[in-house]
């Protein structure tokens, strides 16, 4: 049994690091800018369930959807990396992102799926994560790990919800000098993974 507790905190523990529902919070503000609160929910909604959706599908046959469609997790962090390296960039800028077009309602559920849902949630080292816990593990962990990352996606869903009481209650001024030192660090976030990409693609050290 304590090996069963110890398995789940180390799960819950790299999976809450990858994710981390607080630090996505103003990604989420900053990419739904101009939209109405009811908007801002079923966006959220959206991107966690599609999220876990991802994420429970790589869990059960990653390896299968890798080998069938030729993929390889260097190019998925080149890809992820240039997809979070931007958004960091633009989280920088004192303009809101040029590509949320307020009014743009298929834009706005497109904005969901990406980059919410992917890269942010359900990136590279979201998947990979989750398919490192469960290489040969027995049914137990495999249910555990899907529980456990069934939690961090509810727990993101509601940050993103609450997401302008947040913003309220740390202050607008606080929450913009937060949002441009989130913006850095996802930028150098993207750029590490697109670096680490490359090394794994040309088997550099």
Do not use: H
Request: hydrophobic share 60%; proline share 3%.
């Amino acid at each position: 049994m304590e090996n069963i507790w110890a398995y789940a905190l180390t799960v819950f523990m790299a999976f809450f690091a990858i994710m981390n529902p607080i630090a996505n919070i103003p990604i989420f503000v900053k990419l739904t800018e101009g939209l109405t609160d009811k908007k801002k929910k079923e966006l959220a909604k959206t991107a966690c369930i599609v999220a876990f959706l991802i994420v429970f599908a790589f869990i059960l046959i990653g390896q299968y959807i890798f080998q069938i469609f030729g993929l390889t997790i260097p190019a998925f962090k080149v890809f992820g990396g240039i997809l979070i390296f931007f958004i960091g960039f633009e989280m920088l800028q004192s303009k809101k992102p040029g590509a949320n077009m307020e009014g743009d309602t298929s834009f706005d559920d497109g904005l969901a799926i990406s980059p919410l849902a992917i890269p942010i949630l359900a990136g590279p080292g979201t998947i990979v994560t989750a398919m490192n816990f469960v290489v040969k593990a027995s049914i137990l962990n495999l249910g555990i790990t899907i529980f456990i990352f069934a939690i961090i996606v509810l727990m993101t869903y509601y940050a993103f919800i609450y997401s302008g009481y947040i913003v309220r209650f740390v202050g607008d001024k606080r929450f913009v000098i937060v949002g441009k030192i989130m913006g850095l660090i996802i930028g150098v976030l993207g750029a590490n993974m697109l670096i680490q990409g490359i090394k794994l693609a040309f088997n550099l050290n």
